[in-house]
T-cell receptor, first 115, second 117 residues
Framework: EPEVTQTPSHQVTQMGQEVILRCVPISNHLYFYWYRQILGQKVEFLVSFYNNEISEKSEIFDDQFSVERPDGSNFTLKIRSTKLEDSAMYFC?????????????FGSGTQLSVL | AQSVTQLGSHVSVSEGALVLLRCNYSSSVPPYLFWYVQYPNQGLQLLLKYTTGATLVKGINGFEAEFKKSETSFHLTKPSAHMSDAAEYFCAVSGLHGSGNTGKLIFGQGTTLQVKP
C-alpha cells in the first residue's frame, strides 16, 4: 500500500528556533493535512491544504505556523519560533480527491521536542 | 460542530475476551465515523470506517463497529482479544466533504487497550 513519509522521525530544537517538518504525501493525492498529538492528549487538527492554499485551519495554527508545498511533492510545516508547548508528535496526512475524508493516509509522525 | 467522546481512557481485557471500546459522537451533519489504531512508535492506521449504507462495518484484524444513530454511538468490538491488539485506539468523526467542510477529522481522546495473558 502507498505510504505517506515524514522526515525526520525525531527533531530536537531550542526554544525560539525555527523548525521545518517535512512530508511526502502519496503521489496522486491532492488534499493534505497536519495534525499534532501532545503527549497523553488527543490528536488535534492543525490545518488542511488544497490547490496550493489553506482550506481550513484550527485555532492552534497561529501566525507562528505556516505550510507550503514547495515542489509538487513535498508538504512542509514550519514553526517560526518554537515554544515549549509545541513539543508534540506531528502527523502529516493526505487523501485522494475522490475519497477525501473517507480515508486519510497518515504518516508515522515527527516527534518534536522543544528544549 | 462535531465532537467525539471515548468512554474510558484505559481498558484492560484478558486474551480471548471480548473487546468493547466505546465512542459517542456529536455532529450537526451526517457523520462519517472512523476508528484508528496506533501501535507504539507508529502512526495512525485506519481500522474501519462508516460513511453510508450498512450500519455494521467490519474492519481489519477482526474488529467491527456499529453505527447507531439513535444513540449517537459507534462502539468498536472484537469477539476475542489477542495480545497483538494492545495499542491506542482513536475514534474520529468527519462530515461530508464539501460545502466548507475540508474533510478534517475530529478525534476522541483515545483509549489504551491492554491485553493480559
Amino acid at each position: 500500500e502507498p505510504e505517506v513519509t515524514q522526515t525526520p522521525s525525531h527533531q530536537v530544537t531550542q526554544m525560539g528556533q525555527e523548525v521545518i517538518l517535512r512530508c511526502v504525501p502519496i503521489s496522486n493525492h491532492l488534499y493534505f493535512y497536519w495534525y499534532r498529538q501532545i503527549l497523553g492528549q488527543k490528536v488535534e487538527f492543525l490545518v488542511s491544504f488544497y490547490n496550493n492554499e489553506i482550506s481550513e485551519k484550527s485555532e492552534i495554527f497561529d501566525d507562528q505556523f505556516s505550510v507550503e508545498r514547495p515542489d509538487g511533492s513535498n508538504f512542509t510545516l514550519k514553526i517560526r519560533s518554537t515554544k515549549l508547548e509545541d513539543s508534540a508528535m506531528y502527523f502529516c496526512a493526505s487523501s485522494h480527491p475522490t475519497a477525501t475524508n473517507e480515508k486519510l493516509f497518515f504518516g508515522s509522525g515527527t516527534q518534536l521536542s522543544v528544549l | 460542530a462535531q465532537s467525539v467522546t471515548q468512554l474510558g481512557s484505559h481498558v484492560s481485557v484478558s486474551e480471548g475476551a471480548l473487546v468493547l471500546l466505546r465512542c459517542n459522537y456529536s455532529s450537526s451533519v451526517p457523520p462519517y465515523l472512523f476508528w484508528y489504531v496506533q501501535y507504539p512508535n507508529q502512526g495512525l492506521q485506519l481500522l474501519l470506517k462508516y460513511t453510508t449504507g450498512a450500519t455494521l462495518v467490519k474492519g481489519i484484524n477482526g474488529f467491527e463497529a456499529e453505527f447507531k444513530k439513535s444513540e449517537t454511538s459507534f462502539h468498536l468490538t472484537k469477539p476475542s482479544a489477542h495480545m497483538s491488539d494492545a495499542a491506542e485506539y482513536f475514534c474520529a468523526v468527519s462530515g461530508l466533504h464539501g460545502s466548507g467542510n475540508t474533510g478534517k477529522l475530529i478525534f476522541g481522546q483515545g483509549t489504551t487497550l491492554q491485553v493480559k495473558p
